[in-house]
């Protein structure tokens, strides 16, 4: 097999230019003999002299959506090895960002400080964040094959230095690096998926991709959970990236084929017109809030200087990047940071905000239902973390039906809308009657409903924002909605967890008053560690130590509600139109 994924070694050009022309998508050759691979070339040669045509006729940029291609040209076993090796990266890339919820008690029972535990969880969608629209116009401007392998070593080696952490400190920063690789290799899964697929079968396969980075998200829990508490340790949880990787190498290097987003421009060129100043101010409105609002209130009281100096360095730093972006200092329009051009579009702006809502939602209960269940019904991390199987395969199951019936369905806006309905729905319900008392049917009954929802909009997002702009503008509108996606889930996590942290602590303090408990006690016990609080309570104190913990988890299902509205409101922002224009879609060979 390894001779036949070899056999094609001269790299792809996509044509045309990325800063030249509004034109076309990605043409690869594939062979697995030499009279197949000169037909193919023969394809490719005549479809590259057609698209010249076509780019000279869309130069305007008045023209929305020019004609792609409906043949794809990578088929058979490496077709296969390509799916594969994207496929097992987006469930690592889900993996390791839920992978800490149930990591957290074994941590700090190792680590201690557990005013820095949020990090654990945050460090990782931050690190994707900060960078991900720089591995957005590196996908643009460079060979996609490359940029992969090396978000991949980086991928691995913050995994690495997480496995291997001898305290705290080290372990948030190989969650901030291995976030850092992990945006590299899942914006090049989509990258590569886009330009290796034609306009009709896009959607499903980017609907595969969110298949696999949500099953891993919602196991997350459930497979740290098993490692932390095994033999294995919770060291195994960012090990497995290792084994897993080092496996799956062979196939990275020889499935994958080169392919060229950019040719005509010189390496040094690209290099040049890249925005560094708008990537660096990006990276550091999100850390800056990061640190602002995982600090405050928790390392640092809300009043201290270092948490207004923190917060008044975020609002500077979102001052200095629009301005940048505006007028575009250091850079040119075409090749600033930040897509703006996108916000001319309603469906692309509306688009942002309907997937932020719905990682939103997803995050929040993949990291509050299994903590639910540790506390009430005093589940060990595996088994509360089981109880995520019913959110689990209901969503993964709508997000696979709506990849595969969306092109037959064609109007997107009904999917957003009966999206938020259901998340809604089910968010209000947990919301409402989340309490001790409440059977664990009912619990799973909610979570479903909120399920059906969080499924059908988990990537088709990607799919619809990628279709509806100009080809030499997919990476951008991928990149915003990777945005959206990750930093949803950062800025969920973050004001989620500030609000548990914060309202359990202040009912436990009420709750215990005079027991002779510290804050560090009370911390330690909200964190889900060891801790001596639920030793030594027993009897009604206990029970009503367990109800200030969940009322104050109540409070950030409050976000899920919200974010069910915003889903909600988005779809009926939607336009009501097709996906495809009439007669765009033609039915694709893939022979």
Not at 545 to 561: N, P, R
Request: net charge neutral; with cysteine; charged share 15%.
């Amino acid at each position: 097999m390894a001779d036949f994924l070899e056999k094609e070694t001269k790299p792809v050009m996509l044509e045309p230019p990325i800063e030249t022309s509004a034109g076309e998508g990605s043409v690869l050759s594939d062979s697995d003999n030499d009279v197949q691979a000169e037909k193919i070339e023969s394809k490719i040669a005549k479809t590259l002299s057609a698209r010249s045509q076509r780019n000279q006729a869309n130069a305007d940029a008045s023209a929305p959506y020019p004609e792609r291609d409906d043949v794809r040209h990578v088929v058979g076993l490496r077709w296969i090895g390509v799916c594969v090796v994207l496929y097992i990266v987006a469930f690592l890339y889900g993996l390791d960002t839920t992978i800490a919820a149930d990591v957290q008690g074994p941590v700090v029972e190792r680590f201690g400080h557990v005013e820095q535990l949020a990090w654990i969880g945050a460090g990782f969608p931050l690190g994707s964040v900060a960078v991900i629209l720089l591995w957005g116009k590196l996908y643009i401007s460079f060979n996609m094959k490359w940029l992969f392998i090396a978000s991949f070593v980086l991928f691995e080696a913050g995994s690495a230095l997480c496995g291997a952490a001898p305290n705290m400190s080290a372990l948030i920063v190989g969650r901030v690096i291995a976030g850092s690789g992990g945006a590299g290799i899942y914006l090049g899964a989509l990258n590569i998926v886009t330009a290796l697929t034609t306009m009709k079968e896009r959607g499903q396969y980017i609907a595969l991709v969110g298949f696999f980075w949500g099953l891993g998200a919602v196991l997350g829990p459930v497979i740290g959970g098993a490692f932390s508490t095994s033999g294995a340790t919770w060291r195994w949880a960012f090990y497995i990236n290792l084994v897993i990787g080092g496996v799956m190498s062979p196939l990275v290097v020889f499935a994958l084929p080169s392919i060229h987003p950019s040719q005509g421009v010189s390496i040094k060129a690209r290099i040049l017109r890249l925005d560094f100043l708008g990537f660096l101010f990006n990276a550091g409105i999100w850390v800056s809030f990061a640190m602002a609002t995982t600090m405050g209130g928790q390392v640092w009281p809300w009043g201290d200087g270092r948490t207004i100096a923190t917060f008044v360095v975020f609002g500077v730093l979102i001052a200095l990047y629009a301005v940048q972006q505006y007028f575009c200092i250091f850079t040119t329009e075409a090749h600033r940071s930040f897509p703006v051009q996108l916000l001319k579009h309603r469906s692309q702006v509306v688009l942002y905000f309907a997937t932020s809502a719905n990682v939103t939602a997803m995050f929040i209960i993949v990291y509050f239902i299994p903590i639910f269940f540790q506390f009430v019904h005093g589940d060990s991390a595996i088994e509360a973390a089981v109880r995520l199987l019913p959110f689990v395969l209901i969503s993964v199951t709508f997000n696979l039906i709506v990849g595969a019936f969306l092109p037959k369905i064609q109007y997107y806006m009904i999917v957003y809308v009966i999206s938020g309905v259901f998340v809604t729905l089910g968010g209000g319900l947990l919301f409402g009657f989340l309490d001790p008392d409440t059977s664990s049917a009912n619990i799973y009954g909610f979570s479903v409903l909120a399920a059906i929802g969080c499924g059908m909009t988990l990537q088709s997002s990607y799919a619809v924002a990628s279709i509806k702009v100009p080809q030499n503008q997919e990476g951008d509108a991928i990149s915003l909605q990777n945005v959206a996606q990750i930093g949803g889930g950062v800025i969920s996590l973050v004001i989620a967890g500030q609000v548990f942290q914060s309202k359990a602590v202040q009912n436990l303090h009420h709750v215990l008053a005079g027991q002779g408990f510290t804050d560090a006690d009370i911390q330690a016990a909200v964190a889900g560690a060891q801790s001596v609080v639920f030793e030594k309570v027993t009897g009604e104190l206990r029970a009503a130590a367990i109800k200030a913990i969940t009322e104050a988890m109540k409070k950030s299902f409050i976000l899920v509600v919200v974010a069910g509205a915003v889903l909600l409101v988005s779809g009926v922002c939607l336009k009501f139109e097709r996906l495809f224009k009439e007669g765009e879609a033609r039915v694709v060979s893939a022979a």
